[in-house]
């Protein structure tokens, strides 16, 4: 397998393994990463999934152009829908993700780091989508999520130039929520425990509307926001939260 799956505790961990080649992606990693996805999704006890690569170079540095090189219209839209189909998997799983950049984040990998829900990156980390510089525009959703994430002008302008963006820049710009100048994993399992003790349902329902505030009017979104937090106050967990702080003691959170 091209993708290692472990645990830290109550977070999976997949590394992207491939440091030889700077763990860019094939498209057998692609499949391996969905599967890996697929095995995060049915692990018991999970709370976040974190996203790493192998080695101290990259995270990802992106497709790898030999499997680009001389393939048909059909054999291309095929593979840009399976980089898309995976990354939206990733974007969907019931649990958040952090991607944890310690180096290259180039082309698909930039894109990869887009579809977790946070980004920490270490001061050596370097992200862009330089598909511009070979004649092709980011397809596994790097066009989509980018201008969600810091704004059409700015996402505009780093497609259309290729340019890299260095940890500084991208934590200014809010590509990153943080730079991170100790150990990475450590500060992953730092960040993702501020959330992970919270109820599970209620950080979905929470990731949910606004994930969907994106994609639809100010009206609609504060109907979803309405429908969400009505469901959120039906479970038990809002029950032991309310009667936690009437209680002035920590809830007990029991994931429903």
Do not use: H, W
């Not at 790898?64 to 054999?75: G, P, V, Y």
């Not at 050596?124 to 397809?139: C, N, Q, R, S, Y």
């Amino acid at each position: 397998m091209t993708v290692g799956f472990s645990r830290a505790g109550q977070f999976a961990v997949l590394t992207l393994d491939r440091p030889e080649a700077l763990n860019s992606l094939t498209f057998e990693i692609l499949r391996d990463l969905s599967a890996a996805l697929d095995q995060v999704a049915l692990e018991p006890g999970i709370r976040a999934l974190m996203i790493v690569g192998a080695g101290e170079k990259a995270f990802c540095a992106g497709a790898d152009i030999k499997e680009l090189r001389n393939r048909s219209l059909m054999e291309q839209r095929r593979g840009s829908e399976l980089g898309q189909a995976v990354f939206s998997k990733l974007d969907s799983l019931s649990v958040f993700s952090i991607a944890l950049v310690n180096g290259y984040a180039f082309g698909g990998g930039c894109e990869l780091a887009l579809a977790c829900t946070f980004r920490l990156a270490s001061a050596k980390a370097i992200f862009g989508l330089p598909e511009i510089k070979l004649g092709l525009i980011p397809g596994y959703g790097g066009t989509q999520r980018l201008p969600r994430l810091i704004g059409e002008a700015r996402a505009l302008e780093i497609i259309m130039s290729g340019r890299n963006v260095k940890a500084d820049e991208a934590e200014r710009i809010g590509l990153v929520n943080a730079v991170v100048q100790g150990d990475l994993m450590e500060a992953g399992i730092e960040f993702a425990g501020r959330m992970a003790r919270y109820s599970l349902p209620i950080l979905e329902f929470a990731r949910r509307a606004v994930q969907r505030s994106q994609d639809v009017t100010l009206r609609e979104g504060l109907r979803i926001e309405a429908d969400l937090s009505t469901l959120a106050y039906r479970t038990g967990d809002a029950e032991e939260g309310m009667a936690a702080f009437d209680q002035k003691r920590k809830p007990d959170f029991k994931d429903a």
